[in-house]
């Protein structure tokens, strides 16, 4: 199996016969090196974890592209991606506890919770929207036309023996019970700086084999920045000396 990151919480996973795409977006930091909509072209199916611009936006034209692939995701992307002329009868509605299969892939819905914004975090950035007001507005408006309403999800991608759990942002709810000693964690690392401490109740009680990091490019600035995966590699690597951490480059191939 081989899992690569495209940038922000893009992830493809191909088993030899069958390529998932998860939250597909193209990065707009100019600086930045990125896929374009036709370089996801020739995926089997793609997934969608919420309705954030980052996670979506460029799905419509994925779909223009690829005249054969289907988008899996809840009500409120799936109202979004066809009032931005995505092909509804290509679109699947899920809903946590719902269980897909795309070839080898067993793909299983969890409900999840978007990471909460911090103060530290959203201070870093206000100098630079400060200065870049054209920009600032065009996001602001965008963010509102591109809705989550709490609808987030996880998926756990199970093929080969293995198993991965993926997040598009990280929250979990405590009173569901995720899968335990699963093979990969997929961490996303946007939003705040207190990552570390906020993930780390699961870590240890879930107890993944290993964790990928990503969602931690400055992929749409000035509203964000780069989020340095250091502090959270030092309290991983600290607390769970088993565990591997994996620190992806861009459009570089995992095997796994």
Known sequence: MKITWYGTATIGIDDGETKLLFDPFVRMNRRLSTTPPEGFAGFDAIFVTHGHFDHI???PEIMRIDEKVPVYCTRTPKDTLVSRGAPADRIREIRPEDEIKVGAFTVRV????HIVFDPIYILTVFPKCTFLCPQVFWQGYINRKFPENREIVAYEIVSEGKRIFLTGSFRDTPEIDYPHDIDLLVLAN?????VPEKTEGFLAKYR??????DHFDNAFPPVTRNVSVKRLCRKINKN???MQVIVPEICKEIDF
């Open 57 to 59: 936006y460029w799905i």
């Open 110 to 113: 969890w409900k999840f919770r």
């Open 190 to 194: 946007g939003g705040s700086v207190f």
């Open 208 to 213: 993944p084999k290993a964790v990928l990091i």
């Open 240 to 242: 769970h000396p088993d």
